[in-house]
């Protein structure tokens, strides 16, 4: 059971290019999160996905956009990136199925540095 | 909206010594309180919540934390801590009513165990 899989773990950009981070689960979940964690700052919320079909912004959302493909994935997008966008990305699941249990599973984070 | 601070950036411990860490919050309705921790190199996992009821909660690993309704708090306690407790720990809220589609996390304390 993989649970939540992020890829890439690694990737250097230079300032205006473009990527992809992609995020899959395989529990059935029907939100989805991406985190951006920054030193002293812990988690900020970048966008959220409650359900396939919505996303909503989170804290830091400028800068990102999102697309819910289906229940399994939820990619986040860098159209130009910027050195402040340098940080370790999580993307994280949970299920409000069966009543809510509160708990957010975390993939293993995606550290992405701007130059 | 709702902010998490957590007491401590950087705790050293020697091992058996006792742990408090600090967690208070700011919002004005009802909550439901998290501890996560980040053990190194891995993704963030689920130590202990706090829905309703009992206020002191017990979580894996012998961790507890007590929540003080008054005070705001949420502090995370373990009475003898060992080497494998070195990790990030992070204090989170989410209103009780959104169904964790708005998290908050506190900017984490990192926890050393010297052994």
């Known amino acids: 059971n993989a649970g939540v899989t992020q890829t890439p773990k690694f990737q250097v950009l230079k300032t205006g290019q473009s990527m992809t981070l992609q995020c899959a689960q395989d529990m059935n979940h029907n939100s989805m999160y991406w985190y951006r964690q920054d030193p002293g700052m812990g988690l900020r919320l970048i966008y959220y996905?409650?359900?396939?079909?919505?996303?909503d912004k989170g804290e830091v959302p400028n800068g990102y956009n999102v697309s819910r493909l289906n229940k399994r994935e939820f990619s986040l997008r860098l159209e130009s990136a910027a050195p402040s966008q340098t940080s370790v990305y999580f993307c994280?699941?949970?299920?409000?199925?069966?009543?809510?249990?509160?708990?957010?599973?975390f993939g293993e984070g995606s550290r992405l540095t701007v130059l | 909206a709702q902010s998490v601070s957590q007491h401590n950036h950087h705790v050293i411990l020697s091992e058996a010594a006792s742990l408090e860490l600090g967690c208070n919050y700011s919002y004005g309705g009802t909550v439901n309180l998290f501890w996560y921790v980040q053990y190194p190199g891995q993704h963030l996992q689920l130590l202990l919540k706090y829905f309703s009821g009992d206020p002191l909660v017990k979580g894996i690993k012998g961790f507890e934390a007590e929540f003080i309704k008054s005070k705001f708090s949420f502090n995370l306690r373990k009475p003898s801590v060992q080497w494998s407790d070195t990790a990030e720990y992070f204090c989170?809220?989410?209103?009780?009513?959104?169904?964790?589609?708005?998290?908050?996390f506190g900017p984490g304390t990192r926890l050393s165990v010297l052994p």
């Open positions: 989170a809220v989410t209103p009780t009513d959104n169904y964790g589609q708005n998290f908050v």
């Open positions: 994280a699941s949970s299920t409000t199925s069966g009543g809510w249990t509160g708990e957010l599973f």
């Open positions: 996905s409650a359900s396939e079909g919505t996303t």
